[in-house]
């Protein structure tokens, strides 16, 4: 397996290639459903940490999938799993990089003021350029 | 009459279709993803449901799970899943949108 | 009351088996019966007696297991989602000369005939699906 | 169990009825979903079948469900099974109320024509009628 | 450039969604239930995408076994697994919607 | 080329095994390769080696067994996801104390970072889902 697992903060396309390596692809993860109503969301999120140790890895969220950094999720009555929080630490695996459209935002009546973490908000020109400059899309 | 299930968000063609069919005297519980459809700036098909006087409730273990506890429409009732069994046997039958 | 209740999603993957879940044991707790659980599509998988989820969460085979012993609630797998779906009792893995059965014994496999019937007999049929 | 599977074609509600027992529940299955994406169609047909032993059964096809009876249907190249022939056999089941909504048909630029079976197409006031009839509504 | 891939009807978001995030160059792939979003009378999206010169594609294992044969709209070109391997491979990365 | 083919579906359940399983097919079958074939979420259900469908359906579950042996092709199941799903191998059966395995020793179960490190590795990726 040519991967090193090795670094928790991932630095960015270029400079973990040594001389006899290929620079790491770049990954972004697309999380695209609400949370809870399915296991995507959180299955999801494990795959974004685990690529924080590969190489440089962002995240998008469209459509329902912004749901999933709406605050204030408190899942003690359903007996689930309140991964929502794990999104604060993203951060500490190098992974900065989070974006969601305005046009979700404003279809949903939010705004990042709401949600656990503050992604870049984009247009759809923008987004198709952020998808362009992926080498990898993962979709959940 | 009929107890109305829907579990998806108004993403989903589910919401149009329960709403074109929901009957006065019919009831619909928003459960699981269902409950996006009873929240503030995407009610507007459950807005209309309260409108003409449908009943609509909201599981509220699914409505504090997503975060949603203080962006719920007025007039949609959260109940635990005592009162959904309650309305169950309160409606002659039940049908699942989603 | 007498309910039944249909299963059509498979644990964790769809919130559909937790809120099943949570509404049978609401239906026993409110003093009313649950006539029969009818697992059909994926909510055959509920039977599985592998299911190992993370220890924070719930785990719904066990808790299935639990309102079948607590509350001598019927159990019943659709034999035809389950064969397809790898899901076989001690008779089917002989059956169908399978080295082993994953069903928990709690759990009763049988025909879609159990579906009708829990919906003709019970008072109520409430389905849970993705 | 009370229910008897013995009779192919259901009488209708109230002729099963013997001095001692419950007329039958009538049951409505609802069909909604596209075919060969998920097994809900073929896995629900199932369900039909084995309903129109015990009672009277109707079916009611909604939004994609109506393509289930989309004729020409050839799942050779897909190596899956084309289980919308055996729709034909449901009248011999005794199955012989099938429903669909107009503006499911025009909204998909469908007709009765382009299907395996006639169902009898109503309007959203009739479909709710039709669902308030029966007794117990299964979905699919 | 971008192989996007759908398997969803007309009936959900994620042909819209789709639709506005596409971009010349890239290619769409229909697949399993995303065929009918190429069928005649729901095909108003895909039109639109391939009066912008945006290639669309569609499984033709799905369109036979869904009775859409003679129902697909012009412009959208069938395909067999092999050739959407092909594609893939002309593309340089894949987004699946669905 | 070589390709990762990510399967997020279950067998039956959702059509994106079968589309995933032609793909495959085509890749090997146009001289290009498969890296790996790894399967997350209900894809995990594809290793199940007591699924048992009808005679006049595709066995999805040899279907892959027979890619993985004739092409040397990898098939990981996430670990994490196959645990959830009750998807056991030997060594994780021992390790759960469960009485038995129900994967097929041809899939390899292992974590995420297979998933990453085929993404990274393979020259494509493509992924089949619900």
């Known amino acids: 397996m040519p991967a090193n697992p090795g670094t928790q903060n991932a630095p960015s396309i270029g400079t973990t290639a040594g001389p006899a390596e290929r620079p790491n692809k770049t990954l972004l993860f697309v999380q695209s459903q609400a949370p809870h109503g399915t296991l995507y969301g959180q299955e999801g999120l494990d795959a974004i940490m685990m690529g924080s140790a590969f190489t440089e890895c962002a995240v998008l969220f469209v459509g329902?999938?912004?749901?999933?950094?709406?605050?204030?999720?408190?899942?003690?009555?359903?007996?689930?799993?309140?991964?929502?929080?794990?999104?604060?630490?993203?951060a500490d695996y190098g992974v900065e990089k989070l974006y969601c459209t305005e046009a979700d935002l404003q279809q949903r009546g939010l705004t990042v003021a709401d949600l656990v973490v503050t992604p870049c908000v984009i247009d759809s020109r923008a987004l198709q350029a952020l998808m362009t400059s992926f080498d990898v899309i993962l979709d959940f | 009459?009929?107890?109305?299930?829907?579990?998806?968000?108004?993403?989903?063609?589910?919401?149009?279709?329960?709403?074109?069919?929901?009957?006065?005297?019919?009831?619909?519980?928003?459960?699981?993803?269902?409950?996006?459809?009873?929240?503030?700036?995407?009610?507007?098909?459950?807005?209309?449901?309260?409108?003409?006087?449908i009943a609509v409730y909201a599981i509220n273990a699914d409505v504090q799970a997503r975060g949603l506890a203080v962006r719920m429409t007025r007039g949609v009732t959260l109940i635990d899943y005592e009162g959904f069994v309650q309305l169950c046997t309160e409606q002659a039958s039940s049908k699942r949108w989603g | 009351m007498r309910f039944t209740i249909v299963v059509q999603g498979g644990p964790y993957t769809s919130q559909a088996s937790l809120s099943a879940w949570h509404f049978a044991r609401a239906v026993v707790a409110t003093g009313h019966e649950i006539y029969r659980v009818f697992f059909y599509h994926?909510?055959?998988?509920?039977?599985?007696?592998?299911?190992?989820?993370?220890?924070?969460?719930?785990?719904?085979?066990?808790?299935?297991?639990t309102l079948g012993r607590d509350h001598g609630c019927e159990l019943v797998v659709c034999i035809a989602s389950a064969l397809r779906r790898g899901m076989l009792d001690d008779g089917e893995a002989r059956r169908y000369e399978k080295p082993l059965a994953n069903l928990n014994k709690l759990f009763i496999v049988s025909g879609l005939g159990q579906l009708i019937d829990g919906a003709i007999s019970a008072d109520r049929t409430v389905t849970f699906g993705n």
């Not at chain 2, 019919?26 to 459809?37: A, F, R, S, W």
């Not at chain 3, 007696?49 to 299935?64: G, N, R, V």
């Open chain 1, 64 to 90: 329902d999938g912004i749901y999933q950094l709406l605050a204030n999720q408190d899942t003690s009555l359903l007996a689930s799993r309140n991964y929502s929080v794990s999104y604060r630490a993203l």
């Open chain 3, 42 to 65: 994926d909510g055959v998988y509920n039977g599985n007696s592998l299911l190992t989820p993370p220890q924070d969460e719930t785990d719904l085979h066990m808790a299935w297991c």
């Open chain 2, 1 to 53: 009459m009929i107890l109305h299930t829907l579990n998806k968000s108004p993403e989903h063609a589910a919401l149009g279709r329960c709403c074109e069919t929901i009957a006065t005297g019919d009831v619909l519980v928003l459960l699981e993803d269902g409950v996006y459809c009873g929240s503030a700036g995407r009610d507007r098909q459950v807005g209309e449901l309260l409108a003409q006087n």
